[in-house]
């Protein structure tokens, strides 16, 4: 059974593609740093200072923070993973620390809320332009009604086309 696709129809095919494409790029991970120092760099931005309001260590000069670079640096070339860095300064000074939210328990909801908006708003395009769609308005016409509409358009038709000639001449 072949289905005949329309303009629209193949504009939503592709919108729904290119954001599917998009969220999969998106969602895949560049990987860890090569070098040691883009490592301890990244996981200081990571890692809120102990000193400023919400600002993470790669970005404040206060003194703790810059001790906390030499630390992240210290512990990356002894060979620790990025987790147990992590886990050492939510030790140190609470799980405030973690710039990351966790994506287990209520923190979740972080990394779940933008999908379900996404899903819902999706949902709600859907049913409104399939309720725009039906054309039926469950009015039966009787034979004389549907030969009136039909008087009434060709008469609407010819109007049109003398007016537009009398606008061409």
Known sequence: MLVKVTPRTLSWVLLALVSLVALLFGSLEAGDPE?????????AATIACPQCSG????????????????????????GRSNS??????VEQYGQWVNLNPSSSGFDSLVWISPFLVVGIALGGLVLAFSRRKSD??????????EE????IRKVHRIDLEAS???FDA
């Open 136 to 145: 039926s308005t469950g009015i039966e016409l009787t034979k004389d009604e």
């Open 84 to 89: 147990e860095i992590r886990a050492y300064y």
């Open 55 to 78: 600002q993470p260590v790669s970005e404040s000069s206060a003194p703790i923070a810059q001790v906390i670079r030499a630390e992240i640096k210290e512990q990356v070339d002894q």
């Open 35 to 43: 070098t040691p120092s883009e490592r301890a760099a990244s996981l």
């Open 148 to 151: 009136q509409i039909r008087e």
């Open 164 to 166: 537009q000639n009398d």
